[in-house]
């Protein structure tokens, strides 16, 4: 398999993690969705539930590509070590910049929400990247199990501290979990806004969330791995990444799959889907040499911060800033265009998911053009 072609197989997973992502998070109304895009209540999963751990796994094969490529031009560690802090560290200021956008009124800054989507990528690929540039593939094992096990173990034997004696009786309550305690006694008043009590984006849930990349790590050095056929590389993604899966869902027994924590059985099961549907990407693009869908997709896989952040910035603009008098009552812009555009002649869920689709439409075309022009912006 070419570098090229492999990177473009990556670029469309990516660009449909992208993709997605600006589908579920921008309906007409929150109030009429279609289930499979919305994330579970709490337990269990949804086709939402998989698109953040998927751009993680993504995170963690890039990561260790890039760091390969750039080791084989002559870059020292020092070099690579100074590159992955940079880019982290860039991430979360710009995650930071997000989430205090418009800057006013003053408590923007001043209660700021410090964990977040961004922020939480920053971290992952920063600790995921310095902690597998050197190690070998056992040492890389050890990180993975002391990670995911010994959050396990935190969270299900451990006591929480004014809530229950045992960690396993309080997994049934967001607010009650030894997560939810650590994020409320390190950043209180600095949480998710919906919740104040605990973030799904929370301190200790990043622990298992940078497992997420090291798995995507070790699926990079399979994939890289060019002395081997391609079909047996994508052979070996199938078998590990169904076994995966089977292993999350029988972890789920005893730590329940949960984005909201983050567990361990979830970042099994997501990293076992996620090797899987690139497994499956590759060998239609790859080996049957289907590729008439690939564009729209890699225009999203090749720009994702422009993607997310500018995304994010006209979601905050029409959602909640900008305002038009209707009635005699400010009503946001886009409840506006909603009602006047979708909601007038469809049914409500039909209207939403109509809505959503010409938002992600929409950022396709800027995007496309920024592709047309070569205009990758690259942190």
């Known amino acids: 398999m070419k570098p090229t072609e492999r990177l473009v197989s990556l670029d469309v997973f990516r660009g449909l993690t992208v993709a997605g992502m600006l589908l579920v998070n921008n309906p007409g109304t929150w109030s009429a969705i279609y289930p499979p895009l919305g994330h579970a209540a709490w337990h269990g999963w949804t086709p939402t539930d998989l698109i953040f751990p998927f751009f993680l796994f993504i995170v963690g ?23 992955v802090l940079r880019r982290g560290l860039l991430i979360v200021l710009i995650g930071w910049g997000l989430s205090a956008f418009p800057f006013y009124p003053l408590d923007r800054i001043t209660e700021l929400r410090i964990p977040g989507v961004l922020p939480r990528i920053g971290v992952v690929y920063l600790v995921a990247g310095l902690l597998t540039l050197n190690a070998s593939l056992k040492q890389v094992v050890v990180m993975l199990v002391v990670l995911l096990y010994g ?6 034997l451990l006591p929480v501290p004014d809530g229950c004696e045992l960690g396993a009786l309080c997994l049934d309550v967001p607010s009650r979990t030894l997560a939810a305690w ?15 009590t605990w973030d799904p984006e929370g301190l200790l849930s990043t622990l298992p969330a940078i497992g997420t990349a090291i798995l995507g790590v070790l699926c990079g050095r399979w994939i890289a791995l060019k002395e081997r056929p391609l079909v047996e590389r994508l052979n070996g993604m199938f078998a590990v990444g169904a076994l995966l899966m089977m292993v999350g869902l029988m972890w789920h027994w005893s730590f329940p799959i949960n984005k ?39 225009i999203y896989g ?26 005699g009552t400010q009503v946001s812009v886009q409840a506006v265009v909603y009602k006047s555009v979708f909601a007038s002649w469809l049914e409500p869920r039909n209207a939403s998911l109509a809505f959503a689709i010409c938002f992600v439409l929409f950022w396709y075309a800027i995007l496309a053009v920024l592709y047309r022009r070569n205009w990758i912006l690259k942190v």
């Open 151 to 156: 959050y396990w173990f935190a969270m299900t």
């Open 260 to 298: 909201g924590l983050w567990t361990s059985s979830y970042v099994v099961f997501t990293a076992g889907m996620a090797a899987v549907a690139i497994a499956t990407i590759t060998w239609i693009i790859d080996v049957q040499g289907v590729t008439w869908w690939t564009r729209p997709l890699v």
């Open 182 to 196: 650590v994020d409320r006694a390190l950043l209180d008043g600095h949480l998710w806004k919906a919740a104040k």
């Open 61 to 83: 094969i890039t990561t260790h590509l890039s760091l390969s490529s750039r080791r084989a031009r002559g870059d020292t560690d020092a070099v690579l070590r100074r590159q």
């Open 302 to 327: 090749v720009n994702p911060i422009v993607a997310f952040v500018g995304s994010g910035l006209m979601a905050r603009i029409i959602y909640s800033l900008w305002k038009v008098e209707v009635d």
